[in-house]
């Protein structure tokens, strides 16, 4: 059974940094996709980062410049490092895995932590 555990949301004023993790089940490491969505109240739900098991990375343009991801096989965990956080980066935030290779759907979600920044 898959399973993604996220951590690390919290309140942060703008211009702070928040780091959120995704520990995942141990036999996910053959998973090729690996992704960080968000969700605000009232709005459709976003892909922010998106990560490959060969290492490339791609970012929402809205994100790109403040945001990086990575991921720590060795320890089955992806990460979201957040800088510069505006308050509308304030959303739950979910990681996201697939066994595909196209890294367009994600069979495998996480809970969700919540981010919120205020001004």
């Known amino acids: 059974q898959v399973q993604l555990v996220e951590s690390g949301g919290g309140s942060v004023q703008a211009g702070g940094s928040l780091r959120l993790s995704c520990a995942a089940s141990a036999y996910t490491n053959r998973f090729y996709c690996w992704a960080w969505f968000r969700q605000a109240p009232g709005k459709e739900r976003e892909g922010v980062a998106t990560i490959t098991g060969d290492g490339r990375t791609s970012y929402a343009d809205s994100v790109k410049g403040r945001f990086t991801i990575s991921r720590d096989a060795a320890k089955n965990t992806l990460y979201l490092q957040m800088n510069s956080l505006k308050p509308e980066d304030t959303a739950m935030y979910y990681c996201?895995?697939?066994?595909?290779?196209?890294?367009?759907?994600?069979?495998?979600w996480g809970q969700g932590t919540q981010v919120t920044v205020s001004s």
């Open positions: 996201a895995t697939d066994l595909g290779w196209a890294c367009t759907t994600y069979a495998y």
